[in-house]
């Protein structure tokens, strides 16, 4: 979606809480050749369920295929796929970029316009905390760029699907038939 | 009721009907040992190698349908469980593999003999567990043969660290199985299944392509009516021989790299196949985009992965085999009780032909060194149709495929899609012990053979005669065979010698009785000497012919129509660059 050729899938993985599962996922994906572009794990609504966000970059190998093996892991409870459009995607940045000088008001104007977050100052960097949509971050990041970006650290895209049902009530599309 | 973790294993393994366990015991699983002496009516059989004991329980499961067993303690105990378990996923078997882990205290700190196994195993097994709490034990054991046991079967392992094991637990059995990611389709589509018969009616070159997965839906009946219903040609997989009696007379045998020209020129051919259980391995197609070019696909698969995976499909079907095969059998009958059965006279009789033409061939002399297939054929003609046939991987896997007739499913045993050197002996083992009554003949390769040879010595120590017939030709066949064909003659790590080691000497050494036959007129008295041995096993060490190849033959990566009938017609590529990848 971000990178405009249409590679990358964004599918959310109902798991269930027990040990190695995020290996079994991790693996499968390694196995199969598929490449994973980001992985974000946590809590749900419902205890003994974690979720996963899952940004599938898909070059050789369909979209199906993923789905399929990942539903045959048995700690994997529901898989959905988001559609274009079809999902509130979400991720959460943390950048600590060079400012001193007249960098500084430069960056402190930039993250007015994005409404980010400055959660650290040094004399020489400042840290900027930014939630939003891939789209917006790619956009804030290149901007930053320009002043010197010292560190980087990104949660990974997560995404709940539009609308007023749940993850447990949708129907994967793919793995069935 | 209290009882120890190692006790709860083994009633829990009681209550899945459990009879017998291939293993071999070490420090952190030893409590599994205890209760064996007088607390648990499980037959443990020691094996001499965790490979054997893996491979062992395999064998049983594929001649009895039920779940093997095999245990093994921590570390080089459960690495050397790797190969059967991978095995095992590859073919779909059924097992469940216990083993000993280091105590948890201290898991992770590179305890002796400790290795991660359920790391290690994940990605070879259905599914894993690692078991830290000994309340967990029976409905680990309970989830762990279920799992292993439905949908598309296969191994699971179950990981008991030593002191679980040695815990004081209250024994409760649940009385179900609480696995709410896992939840097989069975049932196939009834909608789906009037489209595909609307295919079979309109098909003019239909072909049934059957595989594994008919045996383990047990569903042979099912696949006999709807085959004799539509008047359907059958081709039987690898793993599939035996699910449709070869004596029939719409029974066209293997297709694949080494299958029979008609088998696989018939897929090529076809306008409609009906692939029931099966998964478009490359062993079957050859190359992909040239396999069955002008058919349509239906794919009946219980697992949905496998569905469109490698070919594109018209009509796809989940679910279990013998359901979808029923309900596709009684459909095709209602319809054709309106309509008749289609003439397809042309197409039967062009398969007929093909058959009549091209048959497999090889040429024994009377004064000339022994053939492989002539051994098969010998070994075929003094047994009876309930003689289960063992075999791993190679050349003589192949030439067992080709010239043992089968008439019944769960008689055909072999390592197919992981092609494990070393699979026979042990596998056999296993499968005289599911199947008691019947006789179990092993035919293996001189190079497989030594691979699992220990396991003899199990054999014989624990009463499990049967007959293992090595088609010795001193070399690792199938290896020399391509360097032959696709690396100029130039063989290289192949030569084995014939005569090291002496294999009679080294069965009457495992208290076997040793057989050999050097010539074409020794064959016969020698199969009757071992097939009248009942109270022990024996071990035939046939000297064939080294130059003997398997024909017809795809090479890899090529289409099924450039098959390759016989050795007048193999054009040897010299150019490495274009050998073949395996």
């Keep these: 979606m971000s990178n405009g050729n249409g590679t990358l899938h964004t599918i959310s993985v109902l798991v269930e809480d027990k040990p190695g599962v995020l290996t079994r996922i991790a693996g499968l994906f390694s196995a199969r050749g598929f490449n994973i572009d980001s992985l974000a794990v946590g809590p749900t609504e419902t205890d003994g369920l974690s979720r996963m966000t899952i940004v599938i970059n898909v070059e050789s190998k369909p979209l199906e295929q993923v789905t399929k093996q990942l539903n045959k892991l048995i700690n994997v409870i529901k898989i959905l796929e988001h559609e274009a459009g079809s999902a509130v995607e979400r991720e959460l940045m943390l950048v600590k970029v060079r400012a001193s000088g007249d960098d500084r008001a430069r960056v402190m104007e930039i993250a007015e316009v994005f409404r980010v977050n400055i959660v650290d100052v040094t004399a020489s960097t400042l840290t900027l905390e930014a939630t939003g949509k891939p789209e917006k971050l790619e956009a804030l990041l290149s901007l930053l760029q320009d002043f010197g970006v010292v560190e980087l650290s990104r949660t990974g895209r997560i995404a709940l699907g539009r609308g007023d049902r749940g993850i447990r009530e949708r129907v994967l599309k793919a793995a069935n038939d | ?582």
């Design chain 2, 1 to 582: 009721m209290k009882v120890t973790g190692a006790l709860a294993v083994l009633k829990a393994l009681e209550q899945e009907g459990v009879e017998v366990i291939f293993g071999i015991p070490g420090g952190a699983s030893m409590p599994l040992y205890d209760p064996l002496v007088d607390a648990s009516p499980i037959r443990h059989i020691l094996c001499r190698h965790e490979q054997g004991a893996g491979h062992a329980a395999e064998g049983y499961a594929w001649a009895t349908g039920k779940v093997g067993v095999c245990m093994a303690t921590s570390g080089p105990g459960g690495t050397n469980l790797v190969t059967p378990i991978a095995d095992a996923k590859m073919d779909s078997v059924p097992i469940v593999a216990i083993t000993g882990q280091v105590p948890t205290p201290v898991v992770g700190n590179d305890a002796f003999q400790e290795a991660d196994i359920t790391g290690i195993t994940m990605p070879i097994t259905k599914h894993n567990f690692l078991v830290k709490d000994p309340a967990l034990i029976a409905e680990t054991v309970r989830e762990a043969f279920h799992i292993a046991s439905t949908g598309r079967p296969g191994p699971v392992l179950i990981d008991l660290p030593k002191d679980v094991l040695l815990a004081e637990t209250t024994w409760s059995w649940p009385d179900r199985v609480n696995l709410p990611g896992y939840k097989p389709t069975t049932k196939g589509n009834q909608r789906q299944v009037g489209e595909a018969v609307k295919l079979i009616l309109a098909a003019k070159q239909p072909v049934l392509y059957v595989g594994g997965g008919v045996i383990k839906a047990n569903a042979t009946q099912e696949l006999a009516t709807l085959a004799t219903t539509g008047r359907l040609p059958v081709v039987t997989t690898l793993m599939a021989r035996g699910a449709f009696p070869d004596s029939h007379e719409l029974c066209l045998g293997m297709p694949g790299m080494h299958g029979n020209y008609t088998a696989v020129t018939s897929l090529q051919k076809a306008d409609l196949l009906i692939a029931l259980g099966t998964r478009f391995d490359d062993r079957v197609t050859g190359k992909l985009a040239a396999f069955a070019p002008n058919a349509k696909i239906i794919h009946v698969d219980i697992d949905p992965a496998e569905i469109g995976k490698n070919r594109a499909v018209d009509v796809p079907i989940v679910g279990d085999c013998k359901d979808v095969i029923t309900k596709m059998a009684a459909e095709l009958e209602a319809r054709q009780s309106e309509h008749g059965v289609p003439d397809r006279s042309a197409w039967l009789n062009q398969l007929e032909d093909w058959q009549r033409r091209f048959p497999y061939r090889y040429e024994q002399k009377p004064d000339g060194p022994i053939k492989p297939q002539y051994c098969v054929e010998r070994l075929r003609s003094f047994a009876d149709d309930d003689t289960i046939v063992v075999a791993g991987v190679g050349q003589h896997q192949m030439y067992a495929s080709q010239f043992w007739r089968f008439e019944h499913p769960r008689h055909w045993i072999n390592s197919g899609g992981l092609g494990t050197m070393g699979f026979a002996v042990p596998a056999a083992m296993g499968a005289k012990v599911g199947q008691p009554g019947k006789r179990v003949v092993a035919i293996d390769g001189d190079g497989c053979f030594q691979m699992t040879a220990q396991e003899l010595a199990t054999s014989n120590t624990e009463k499990i005669p049967f007959v293992t017939a090595i088609l010795n030709n001193g070399y690792l066949g199938m290896v020399r065979q391509w360097q032959e064909l696709f690396f100029d003659e130039r063989y290289s790590g192949v030569y084995l010698n014939p005569d090291v080691p002496d294999y009679v000497k080294l069965a009457e050494a495992y208290g076997a009785v040793g057989l050999r036959a050097e010539s074409p007129e020794e064959v016969d008295a020698v199969i009757e000497k071992a097939y009248s041995v009942e109270d022990r096993s024996v071990v035939i060490d046939f000297r064939v012919d080294p130059k003997e190849m398997v024909f017809p033959m795809v090479p890899a990566g090529a289409s099924n129509d450039d098959i390759i009938l016989g050795p007048e017609s193999a054009t040897p590529t010299t150019d490495p660059a274009e050998a073949p990848i395996v």
